[in-house]
């Protein structure tokens, strides 16, 4: 790939990046969450279809130019995204030769309706043996777990006939028994000259199976390593280089100067989690949270850290009335008193508020106006005999559209036709108005132009100086490092660490955010 360009509107994913893949090697790319990894493997795969990106692919010596994703798979490159592609009420086999069903007597008998199931069954056994799965190709998806499920995946992409193999966070869902087996497949893989990408932020992982590793940043590239080279005695030295090149940028003059709350009740606890405990909702074998103890006190800013999959907002989404997964174990104080979180009327009750990471799907009402979208989680404050007061309803609205320079010219704007930033300033608004003792922010910034983000970085300021307790995720280490007062780490939904901010640096956190644990 040489000098590949693609932008959205007002972003610029990509720029010149430059990727050389030799056959029969692993070939791993790191990069912090939005680098442009999976951009990138969507432009080689053909997600992103020629004409949409600048710039030139090579694959075995020779220009290509795919307008879809069965384009590039005819060529022999099979991309499996980490959300898996795969139909949970269709048979291994079904799903293995899904869109590529086996006639047996040519496509003429497909044209006419008929599969050769004989075949099929027969050819998707030959492949699970050759993945290592010993499922009966008639086993339905959803009676297997998503190690497995990664394994089908793959027999599915050799039913095409692969020559590059790429995986997007393989592993990401995997416990530490079925991460092993693939990555032995993958190995197994190259010595039958299956060339694999693997984009991962495990750098364990990267050092056991690949042969090179490039690093993207901000869209670009920054250097690529050969990483057979350094395992041994050096191989500690290739991991912090790795950790430099993914993060590595300037600070300053990004953040407002951290304020200070001096109120009687400073430095007192405003919220404690101890033990929570998460199973994944479909997959009851997963644990998405794993005994997780905090803390955040009055008038401070702590941040949680973690690379994609770790369980941040899994997190978040069940400390907030349990709105994601299945709850196991634990339990949640606010203010020195053990709080109902059940549901999420009771953990607004509790003093508790939740800026999603998603703000279009779960924060906001895109085709109501910003008057009611602010009003949302405060609706029992504004009525009167049983019926929301519309004038006090609109004074407030008003008052956070100046206060929070919301750019409308009236509160009756729809919020959909509103630019990211100003969205995510409703969503605030709607938050700061219900008064929460703690505020949770999930990548409150995402998506957002530098100067929104520093108007933004100022409102949670003002909470914390105010008060308030701020528990902040965020996938951007510098916002965690400009912003918070500690950080905890997670990787695999445990916390791996905590980091003062006198002794946070971008290579700390990283190495805590690669860290992984045995399970039990």
Known sequence: MRGITKTFPGVTALSEVSLTVRGAEIHAICGENGAGKSTLMKVLSGVHPHGSYEGEILFEGEPVAFRDIRASEQRGIVIIHQELALVPHLSIAENIFLGNEQTGGGRRLLKRGFVDWNDTLRRAGVLLKRVGLPDKPQTPIADIGVGKQQLVEIAKALAKEVRLLILDEPTAALNDEDSAKLLDLILELREQGIACIVISHKLGEIRRIA????????????????????????????????????????????????????????????????????????DQQRLVVDDISLTVRRGEIVGIAGLMGAGRTELAMSVFGRSYGRYVAGRVEVGGREAD????PAAIGAGLAYVTEDRKQYGLNLIDNINRNISLASLPGMRRRGVVDEHHERQVAEGYRRSMNIKSPTVFEQVGRLSGGNQQKVVLSRWIHADPEVLI?????????????????????RLAA?????????SELPELLGMCDRIYTMAEGRLTGEVSRADATQETLMRHMTQTKNRS
């Open 211 to 282: 042969d090179t590793v490039t690093v993207l940043r901000d869209g670009r590239t920054i250097e690529s390593l050969t990483v057979r080279q350094s395992i041994g005695s050096a191989a500690e030295l290739a991991e912090d280089r790795i950790i430099r090149s993914m993060v590595g940028r300037d600070l300053d003059h990004r953040f407002p100067e951290r304020s200070t709350y001096r109120g009687e009740d400073a430095g007192s606890t405003a919220l404690a989690v101890s033990g929570w405990t998460v199973r994944h909702p479909v």
């Open 466 to 474: 105010a008060g308030k307790a701020v528990l902040f995720i965020s």
């Open 441 to 461: 922010l999930d990548e409150p910034t995402r998506g957002i132009d530098v100067g929104a983000k520093f108007e933004i970085y100022t409102v949670i300021d």
């Open 341 to 344: 979180v059940r549901t999420v």
